[in-house]
């Protein structure tokens, strides 16, 4: 599983490696009972303090993305899907509620904006189907 | 655990750390940073037991270090040249650091080498500066102690050995109970490894920092005002750069005063901005630059 740190960003480490095994997930790169990278690879391969990752992999843990096999290893959770999958429509709408403050601020009415997301839906609808 | 306490030492009538206080917990990577000259590695030093201070006790799992010296097989200190083991060769200096360190993993050693794919014969002068440095860390990390402290273990090497060396630290502490003291001036390294920060300036510590919540202890925040750069913000806030309209301060998380502050002005761009420990390191030692 490849991730990449942002040392400019305002989240610290443990935060943006969660981030990006859950965005890994959502891009379907890796999928449900991958193994993933121990502690110790992963620590080495960010060079980034063991303490800092294992944080990380508690916290996925502790939310069912990742599960432990004593022995074994770490692996991606099988339901992990629709965990990930939830949180994501929920930051969506967070995003759309933004989008909609942004909108009234720049004096773009309901209807308009309507109309642009039944355009933009009709158009990914063709390019799917 | 580490403890420093109250630890003095001046050297040739010249002040080099006054008054020093810390903790090392176990298990932990702690950074030690400051301007040159500042101490630092005076401070490693005499955490190994090479010098002594003037006043204050250094213990290592509750055990005074001059007092209890057996302790010290606990303990690697990997100064930044080797120049002291240069006369040895790869396999000579395992005879000698057996003696000092009974926990010695001979094997341990020989697959290191392995593994970075050194010559086992030879001597050490003949190592190149990478290879040196990955070398010292090698013999240190064999010794199986419980701390190791290191001098400035990146200084001066071309990037892929730097990515190496990190990459072998990280991977130790990951697989035993160590705690590492690194002293350096890679603060972009240091984000990343360290669990906890000592800032030494003028030989006192200055401030220590947890890495994890560095980004919650202090707000980096870029702010322009209308007219000219208030007066008030330049002298009440830290004000790290400012040009024109435009200036970078930081401000403590919870400093609602400064907050009101930089508001009052009625600013038309207060943004936050994404904090590094470089930020910390010149706002806390960066003001010696402009005395004398």
């Known amino acids: 599983m490849h991730i990449l740190l942002n040392p400019t960003s305002n989240n610290p480490i443990y935060e943006q490696i969660i981030?990006?095994?859950?965005?890994?997930?959502?891009?379907?790169?890796?999928?449900?009972?991958?193994?993933?990278?121990?502690?110790?690879?992963?620590?080495?391969?960010?060079?980034?303090?063991?303490?800092?990752?294992?944080?990380?992999?508690?916290?996925?843990?502790?939310?069912?993305?990742?599960?432990?096999?004593?022995?074994?290893g770490t692996f991606i959770s099988e339901d992990v899907h629709e965990l990930v999958q939830e949180r994501e429509v929920k930051h969506l709408k967070e995003q759309a509620e933004q989008l909609v403050q942004s909108a009234k601020q720049a004096g773009v009415s309901k209807e308009e904006m309507k109309s642009w997301i039944d355009e933009l839906f009709q158009k990914g609808g063709e390019r799917h189907d | 655990m580490i403890e420093v306490k109250n630890v003095s030492k001046s050297i040739h009538k010249t002040d080099v750390l006054n008054n020093v206080q810390f903790n090392?917990?176990?298990?932990?990577?702690?950074?030690?940073?400051?301007?040159?000259?500042?101490?630092?590695?005076?401070?490693?030093?005499?955490?190994?037991?090479?010098?002594?201070?003037?006043?204050?006790?250094?213990?290592?799992?509750?055990?005074?270090?001059?007092?209890?010296?057996?302790?010290?097989q606990n303990i690697v200190f990997v100064p930044d040249s080797t120049d002291a083991l240069k006369t040895y060769t790869i396999k000579e200096i395992v005879k000698f650091y057996k003696v000092v360190y009974p926990n010695f993993d001979e094997d341990y050693y020989f697959s290191l080498l392995d593994q970075f794919k050194f010559k086992k014969s030879g001597k050490i002068k003949?190592?190149?500066?990478?290879?040196?440095?990955?070398?010292?860390?090698?013999?240190a990390f064999s010794t199986n102690s419980k701390y190791i402290l290191l001098d400035e273990p990146t200084d001066g090497l071309d990037v892929i050995i730097k990515k190496e060396i990190l990459k072998f630290i990280a991977e130790e502490v990951a697989k035993k109970d160590v705690s590492i003291i690194i002293s350096s001036h890679r603060l972009d390294e240091l984000?990343?490894?360290?669990?906890?920060?000592?800032?030494?300036?003028?030989?006192?510590?200055?401030?220590?920092?947890?890495?994890?919540?560095?980004?919650?202890?202090?707000?980096?925040?870029?702010?322009?005002?209308?007219?000219?750069?208030?007066?008030?913000?330049?002298?009440?806030?830290?004000v790290l750069s400012q040009n024109g309209r435009v200036g970078i301060v930081l401000l403590e998380a919870l400093d609602e005063e400064g907050e009101a502050i930089l508001k009052s002005y009625e600013p038309i761009l207060y943004e936050e901005l994404p904090l590094s420990l470089e930020d910390i390191f010149v706002t806390k030692l960066g003001g010696e630059l402009y005395v004398s």
């Open chain 1, 19 to 72: 981030q990006q095994v859950k965005e890994r997930i959502l891009q379907g790169v890796v999928i449900a009972g991958d193994k993933v990278p121990s502690v110790r690879e992963m620590s080495a391969q960010l060079t980034v303090n063991p303490n800092t990752v294992s944080k990380a992999y508690k916290e996925l843990e502790r939310e069912g993305i990742f599960v432990t096999f004593r022995g074994k």
């Open chain 2, 24 to 72: 090392i917990r176990p298990g932990t990577i702690t950074g030690v940073v400051g301007r040159n000259g500042a101490g630092k590695t005076t401070l490693l030093r005499m955490i190994s037991g090479i010098i002594k201070p003037d006043t204050g006790d250094i213990s290592v799992d509750s055990q005074d270090i001059f007092q209890q010296p057996q302790i010290k």
């Open chain 2, 126 to 139: 003949q190592l190149s500066k990478g290879q040196e440095a990955l070398f010292s860390l090698i013999l």
């Open chain 2, 191 to 238: 984000e990343k490894m360290a669990d906890h920060i000592v800032v030494l300036k003028d030989g006192s510590v200055d401030s220590e920092i947890e890495m994890e919540s560095l980004k919650e202890q202090y707000k980096k925040i870029q702010v322009a005002y209308q007219d000219q750069f208030p007066e008030d913000v330049l002298q009440n806030i830290e």
